[in-house]
């Protein structure tokens, strides 16, 4: 499975998606609707209309990867936002993934290191 590494980031693509696409049509949303570099490393995830499949594009150093799901039973529940793309923790891609509806989730406040510590210039 996935293993977060370090400051990874993650995109859903908000916009329904035609998940016959595989490599090469994926990596083209990539670059052409969210404006990102595909081969980046980082994790970008698609919908399907229905939301019973998502498949999530990323590229590791040997090449594409494509991880995909789909429920017998449910949707896949995400918060609505404007716009053609959405940032994800780690967190919040596991919770979709697990089914857990994040419109619902209570969040609270954490403690998280200032911007400047966080990525070690002083």
Same mark, same amino acid.
């Given at each position: 499975m996935l293993i977060p590494?370090?400051?990874?980031?993650?995109? &859903?693509y908000v916009p329904p998606t035609d998940l016959r696409k595989s490599f090469d049509g994926l990596s083209a949303l990539v670059r052409?609707?969210?404006?990102?570099?595909? &081969? +980046?490393?980082?994790?970008?995830? $698609?919908?399907? @209309?229905?939301?019973?499949?998502? *498949?999530?594009?990323?590229?590791d150093r040997s090449g594409y990867?494509?991880?995909?799901? @789909?429920?017998?039973?449910? *949707? $896949?529940?995400?918060?609505?936002v404007r716009g053609e793309k959405q940032?994800? +923790?780690w967190t919040e891609l596991?919770?979709?993934?697990e089914g857990i509806d994040t419109r619902s989730v209570r969040r609270f406040k954490r403690f998280s290191l200032p911007a400047e510590k966080a990525h070690g210039v002083s």
């Open positions: 590494e370090g400051q990874l980031r993650i995109w &859903l052409t609707k969210l404006q990102e570099e595909p &081969l +980046s490393g980082q994790l970008f995830v $698609f919908l399907n @209309r229905r939301r019973t499949q998502v *498949r999530i594009l990323y590229f990867c494509v991880w995909a799901k @789909r429920l017998e039973q449910g *949707r $896949f529940h995400s918060e609505p940032r994800l +923790s596991q919770c979709i993934l």
